[in-house]
């Protein structure tokens, strides 16, 4: 399954406690939670480069499935982790102690990332 594509966000659960639990400060989570992000994929075969633009702030993360790449977070930092495919249609890593889950269903991406015991989840729709 390709993930390449652009993706809107349609709706997101736990937004301001799990951006409070991964340390973004407060003024950031509220300018942060009622903006409609925009997500772009290319996928060339195990290759990925990902585009996440929310508001005026942009991240730009490339990596190869199964090999260490650096990625950069919700709050600027740059870690190093691997990124697995399971399956034809989801893509998971943990990021310090986030395990981040991304599955692909037709023209729908669901993100899921839990810290400890806060789910957060946001759904993209292709555009």
């Known amino acids: 399954m390709n993930f390449s594509g652009k993706y809107q966000l349609q709706s997101q659960e736990n937004f301001e ?8 400060p407060d003024d950031l ?3 942060g939670k009622d903006l409609k992000g ?4 290319v996928q060339n075969g195990k290759h990925f480069k990902l585009t ?6 942009v991240i730009q ?3 190869t499935l199964g090999e260490e790449c650096e990625l950069e977070t919700m709050t600027g930092e740059k870690v190093k ?8 249609n989801k893509l998971v890593t943990t990021i310090k ?3 981040s889950v991304t599955e692909l269903n037709g023209d729908i991406i669901t993100s899921t990332m839990t810290v400890g ?11």
């Open 52 to 57: 996440i633009t929310t508001g005026s702030k």
């Open 117 to 127: 015991d806060i789910v957060f989840k946001r759904i993209s729709k292709r555009i």
């Open 29 to 31: 989570i509220q300018k």
């Open 38 to 41: 925009v997500s772009e994929v």
């Open 17 to 24: 406690p799990f951006m409070k639990a991964i340390g973004l």
């Open 81 to 88: 982790t691997v990124v697995n495919m399971e399956g034809d």
């Open 97 to 99: 102690n986030i395990k």
């Open 61 to 63: 993360n490339e990596f």
